[in-house]
């Protein structure tokens, strides 16, 4: 990922605009991420394009896709939730996939659990239809640097 600053953190998170701080990350302008805040918390977007999809036949999304869109989501969850001063470093990541992404909007809701000053480990789930039936959920584990927090999500 690209490094991002301060000063675009600080923004993103006092406007709820998520859409510059993605735009400087080119691994989710190439899947089309989006982001906004819901309630308390953050829910992320992979919306439906041609590129992204795997298996033809079925139509369905790819599964890297899927596993990227995850792990991105959790990182930068865990950006804005830490307020770190830069992006954290991904130590471990476990998918599991339950079901076909089909050819459609697919959203993503994150969970920290902090372990230490220097880990945290982020839960995630996926979903298209309804959120109470997931097409895959991860467990990721990062290296952060502490800050000052900059947002909670």
Not at 49 to 64: C, E, S, T, Y
Not at 68 to 91: D, N, Q, R, Y
Not at 106 to 114: E, L
């Amino acid at each position: 990922m690209t490094e991002i600053t301060r000063d675009q953190l600080r923004q993103a998170c006092e406007q709820g605009d998520y859409a510059r701080l993605l735009a400087s990350i080119p691994y989710a302008q190439l899947i089309g991420v989006e982001c906004s805040r819901e309630g308390d918390g953050l829910l992320f977007r992979l919306p439906a394009n041609k590129d992204n999809i795997g298996n033809p036949l079925l139509p369905a999304i790819h599964g890297g896709v899927i596993a990227g869109f995850m792990e991105l989501a959790a990182a930068v969850h865990l950006l804005i939730a830490t307020g770190a001063p830069s992006v954290p470093k991904i130590i471990d990541f476990s998918l599991d996939y339950l079901r076909a992404g089909q050819f459609r909007d697919t959203y993503a809701r994150c969970q920290v659990w902090r372990q230490g000053r220097r880990v945290a480990n982020v839960a995630i789930t996926a979903w298209q239809g309804a959120e109470t039936e997931p097409i895959a959920t991860a467990r990721a584990h990062f290296k952060i640097q502490e800050s000052s927090k900059a947002g909670s999500p």
